[in-house]
Structure formats: C-alpha cells, structure tokens
C-alpha cells in the first residue's frame, strides 16, 4: 500500500511542471487527495485538495488560478498541474490521502515527496 508522488524538478520561473500521485494496494476513490509542500526551512503547508468525485476542489490562496489539481479514479492517480511557477513554489510536494474534507495534516496514506525547484 502506498503513494508514489512524481514529477517534480527544475522549472524556470513562468515555466510549468505536472506532478503526479498514483496509488497501489488500495482505491483512491474513497479518499479525499491533497498536495501538500514543505519549503526549506518553513513547516508543510498544504496546496490543494480533491475530494473523491473531483466535485470539490480548494487550493491555497497562493497558487489560485495558477495550480490546478485533478484526479482520474480509473487511473488511480490525482494530479497537479503547476502553471505560471515562481521562486516561492520551491518545495518538496507530497499527496497524501484522508477520508478528511478538512486537510488538519494527518493522513491515512502519504506520498513520499518529490522535489520542485523553481529558478532560472
């Protein structure tokens, strides 16, 4: 059981990247889906969250209008699709899955990160 979370790198600032969180050994359907990150030195704050139909949808106020976050039930994978990046979005992203429709930082299942460094 586990969370594969992939994607990240090296983006120039304006620049886009797609991350992608596939799930093995359980149904991602039941779960809310969120993406968290963790900048050097400051604490994992969360980014966007799915519910389980991809019905409901927030994001911090940081990243509205540039992330977008998705989730293919078939596929067993969520998705996030960062646009118009800046410095600020260097971080390590994590999915993590809950049966929360409030992301409080605890999480049944977590990805294991992956990095985006933004910078040109």
């Known amino acids: 059981v586990q969370l594969q979370a992939s994607g990240g790198g090296l983006v120039q600032p304006g620049g886009s990247l797609r991350l992608s969180c596939a799930a093995s050994?359980?149904?991602?359907?039941?779960?809310?889906m969120y993406w968290v990150r963790q900048a050097p030195g400051k604490e994992r704050e969360f980014v966007a969250g799915i519910n389980s139909s991809g019905g409901v949808i927030r994001y911090v106020e940081s990243v509205k209008g540039r992330f977008t976050i998705s989730r293919d039930n078939a596929k067993n994978t969520v998705y996030l699709q960062m646009n118009s990046v800046k410095s600020e979005d260097t971080a390590v992203y994590y999915c993590?899955?809950?049966?929360?429709?409030?992301?409080?930082?605890?999480?049944?299942?977590w990805g294991q990160g992956t990095r985006v460094t933004v910078s040109s």
């Open positions: 050994g359980f149904a991602l359907s039941s779960y809310w």
């Open positions: 993590a899955a809950t049966r929360s429709s409030v992301w409080r930082g605890i999480a049944d299942y």
